[in-house]
């Protein structure tokens, strides 16, 4: 295989060919702006992706599977070998991708991800302000000499927790987990017997919740630290339930880190393995098994997989059927109407962003009671806008998204971008309104 010193717009396009990632897909894996993606689409081999991009280019190719390594080596054959070992320097007629995004972020690390999360923080400062504790609180020693909650005041505090996380209330998480997670190890200690499972099951859902605010937030290494915590107490449960749950926060960690075929496989296993223990005999594990299933077709369409993520989609709605509801069991907020958000996620995606629109015309607001199910719709329908073009309605479908969670716009890195875009790509009154938006939201562009 050959290697590349120095990447050019060229070379990273033909990477996300052989990824089969679309341009958004692909900017998301890398923690990139969508814009700058497409600005080395569009303009090839005049143009030099920034230093920190270069190190996660690098850093992709080298996790890239076989198959994809042949397909980028076929790619960049086809097209200029202009950076191979061996080459001479940079052409000095190449523009440098300053990835200027408008915050001066200089990216001097070379870890995007992080760089992803410092930046959201300081966006979001005012609703986020705890991210730092709440990292102090995973990875410092416990306190067992702190004075231990009951079991039925951890089991209210952690429904706090999954209550305020679904409101997108991520400031008053952020508080519960910090109180929370140290005492944890106390509480452990205090129980013995059939509390035990219990105890565990729910310091599963507490590190469930931690590593989904993590991700909101771009932090995505730590949420699969989180994920792993989750996983790790809900084994020691032996509830099945509870095991199968846990794997959602570690089907979704994994994407976030670029694993998306681990997690296809991990969501699959998970999903088998609650369907042979429990033979779904209960609301409960109909809930959870049908949204680990939505989570398994979301990281097949990542991978450009159409034919795997279809057939989740369609298994997803056989478990919505069966349920017969739309409901919040085991705080999946899974039922049909969940699987058509999903099918509006999914087509967008897979770059169908006329599909997407369709689709979401046809969902029951009604039904989509939760505020973060909600907004992440209308978050959709703004990403699906804006790649079709039609900024006007993309913009009208983020501020519809920004009434129903403010903090859902202002935490998240990925949907700052949306506006970010929309503020470029928009001309004459739409890109003054987008700008206004972003700035009242909080957003720095």
């Known amino acids: ?53 270069q190190a996660a280019l ?42 200027d995004n408008g915050d001066g972020d200089s990216g001097s690390d070379g870890d995007v991800r992080r760089r992803q999360l410092l930046r959201g923080a300081a966006v979001g400062v005012a609703a986020a302000p705890n991210v730092a504790l709440l990292l102090d609180a995973l990875v410092a020693p416990a306190h067992p000499d702190g004075a231990a909650l009951s079991v039925p005041q951890l089991s209210r505090a952690v ?26 190890d106390a509480v452990r200690s205090g129980v013995a017997g059939e509390h035990c499972s219990q105890v565990e099951v729910l310091a599963a859902e507490l590190y469930h919740v931690a590593g989904s605010v993590l991700l909101k937030v771009g932090d995505q290494g730590m949420a699969l630290v989180a994920a792993e915590r989750s996983n790790r107490a809900a084994a020691k449960s032996q509830n099945p339930v509870a095991i199968a749950a846990s794997a959602r926060i570690m089907t979704h960690a994994l994407m976030g880190n670029g694993h998306d ?36 077709a979301i990281a097949a369409a990542r991978r450009d997989d159409r034919g795997t993520a279809h057939a989740l989609l369609d298994e997803a709605t056989r478990a919505a059927t069966r349920l017969g509801y739309d409901g919040n069991d085991r705080w999946t907020g899974f039922g049909a109407a969940n699987v058509l958000l999903h099918r509006v996620n999914i087509a967008l995606t897979l770059g169908d962003a006329g599909t997407a629109i369709a689709i979401a015309r046809t969902v029951p607001l009604d039904k ?30 983020l501020r519809t998204a920004y009434e129903v969670a403010p903090e859902e716009i202002r935490c998240r890195p990925a949907v700052q971008r949306i506006a970010g875009d929309l503020a470029m790509l928009a001309t004459g009154s739409v890109r003054t309104a987008a700008a206004g938006f972003a700035r009242n939201a909080g957003i720095r562009l």
């Open 58 to 99: 690098d850093t992709v190719l080298s996790r890239a599977t076989p198959e994809v390594r042949e397909r980028f080596d076929a790619l960049r054959a086809a097209g200029t070998d202009g950076a191979l070992v061996g080459a001479g320097g940079p052409d000095t007629g190449r523009d440098a991708d300053t990835g």
């Open 368 to 397: 989509v009671t939760l505020a973060e199910r909600r907004a992440s719709l209308y978050v959709d329908v703004a990403r699906a806008y804006t790649q079709w073009g039609r900024y006007e309605r993309g913009l009208s479908a």
């Open 261 to 296: 075929a681990q997690a296809v496989a991990l969501a699959g296993n998970a999903a088998d393995s609650l369907d042979r223990d429990t033979r779904l005999a209960s609301s409960d594990a109909v809930a959870v098994y049908g949204a680990l299933v939505l989570r398994g």
């Open 1 to 53: 295989m050959a290697t590349v010193t120095t990447w050019t717009g060229q070379d990273a396009n033909a990477l996300r060919k052989a990824l089969r990632m679309s341009v958004t897909a692909f900017a998301e894996h890398l923690g990139a702006a969508r814009r700058t993606v497409a600005k080395w689409s569009s303009q090839g081999d005049k143009v030099l992706p920034r230093a920190d991009m």
């Open 159 to 184: 429904a706090g927790a999954k209550i305020d996380y679904q409101a997108c209330r991520y400031a008053h998480v952020l508080d519960r987990l910090v109180a929370l997670l140290p005492s944890l």
